[in-house]
């Protein structure tokens, strides 16, 4: 029988997180199988309007704090790792398209709590040409997270002219997400893969779909943008990269907790003392507890200084460098507090029945996307050396 929810009215967007752990708890190993989520999470997820947390509320959308989202995606992946992810994926990819379309657009595609949007990166082999009234686009996307549970799919391509030449708007080439129903792409079921299983993020493909000129918005293009909140003046790479640290920090956590839960009990073959009694054991634990609750408050700061200077219209390099930094060094910490938790736990660590194994592979899945990469890092310290640089993904 699934979990009860308790009732969520008036609660928080990371209380109502909280309150759906034990459903996910309950199906996360059914979800891992499937590839999938269970209807049953989907429809949770939905009940708790998991699926407009960033939605201008123009259009009937929370448009939460960053802050508050970050500790949402936390409290979900704390459960499922897979859940988290696809909800910051969703969320962002929906609260940023919207906020760069005619708003009667923007209506009829995410005006329903159960409306989602699911996309892959962008890429160089795609085609979107200007056609009236719209683009004619063709190419394969991969990595639609959580496409399986949205009517809507969306991908992102450079717009050529009808003579193939690169088009330009707003004195730059223009690069445009495109917005459609699910129902005309071709799926390609090839989502097998280490972990964040449930994810279902499979690549599609459409060839000549006309999508009309109100359902292509340059959703980071501020010559567009149609709202005027903090939070779509932060645009997207930044948003994803918050709700995605989230994820690996919450990941980490319920890993970490799990090895202290079984340090208070075991004695491992391997040393002469107790877990709880062992010296090295002892100091780990201390070790780790600092480095995730220091990476966390680092993320917590960050954001909530990128997302003030945005509301006071003052958000400058400075501060998206700074969660930047935030973001990258959270999900690396988070990393390797995920492998030293695994390892601490001996052979029990490897057994599909125990609480180890999904979870260590949902996490070391997180740690390999675009927002964990090391050169940000590396970015970050040029800049503050005055050295070369070249600014991006911020």
Not at 1 to 9: E, H, R, V
Not at 310 to 331: I, N, S, W, Y
Request: glycine share 8%.
């Amino acid at each position: 029988m699934d979990t009860p929810i308790q009732s969520t009215a008036a609660m928080s967007a990371p209380e109502r997180a909280r309150a759906l752990q034990p459903l996910l708890d309950e199906h996360g190993a059914e979800m891992d199988c499937r590839r999938e989520l269970t209807p049953e999470v989907v429809e949770a997820l939905v009940g708790q309007d998991m699926l407009r947390l960033l939605l201008p509320r123009s259009l009937g959308g929370q448009e939460i704090h960053l802050l508050e989202f970050a500790k949402t995606t936390e409290a979900l992946a704390w459960a499922d790792a897979s859940v988290g992810w696809f909800i910051n994926q969703s969320n962002v990819s929906s609260a940023t398209s919207a906020a760069a379309m005619p708003r009667a657009s923007a209506a009829t595609v995410f005006g329903n709590a159960r409306e989602g949007l699911a996309w892959g990166a962008k890429h160089s082999k795609s085609k979107a040409i200007r056609v009236d009234g719209g683009y004619r686009l063709s190419g394969t996307w991969s990595f639609a997270s959580g496409g399986r549970h949205t009517r809507w799919l969306g991908a992102h391509s450079a717009v050529q002219n009808a003579d193939g030449t690169p088009h330009v708007r707003h004195g730059r080439p223009d690069d445009r997400s495109f917005v459609f129903l699910r129902k005309d792409a071709t799926i390609t079921d090839d989502w097998y893969v280490l972990g964040l299983r449930a994810t279902g993020s499979d690549t599609y493909t459409v060839e000549d779909l006309f999508v009309p000129e109100d359902r292509a918005p340059a959703r980071d293009a501020l010559e567009e943008r149609r709202e005027s909140g903090p939070i779509y003046t932060i645009m997207s790479t930044l948003l994803y990269a918050t709700g995605f640290c989230g994820v690996t920090l919450g990941t980490a956590r319920r890993l970490f907790e799990t090895y202290v839960e079984l340090a208070r009990s075991r004695h491992s073959r391997a040393s002469a003392n107790a877990m709880i009694h062992n010296n090295a054991i002892q100091r780990e634990i201390g070790q780790l507890e600092a480095r995730l609750s220091a990476a966390r408050a680092f993320l917590h700061e960050a954001a909530c200084e990128a997302y003030d200077a945005a509301a006071a219209g003052k958000l400058d390099v400075e501060l998206r460098l700074r969660l930047r930094l935030a973001t990258t060094h959270g999900m690396n910490e988070a990393t390797d507090v995920a492998i030293a938790s695994y390892r601490a736990a001996g052979t029990l660590a490897i057994l599909d029945s125990g609480p180890f194994e999904r979870r260590f592979r949902d996490a070391m899945s997180a740690s390999q996307h675009l927002q964990a990469m090391l050169p940000h890092v590396e970015m970050v310290g040029r800049h503050m050396l005055g050295a070369d640089n070249v600014l991006q993904h911020i």
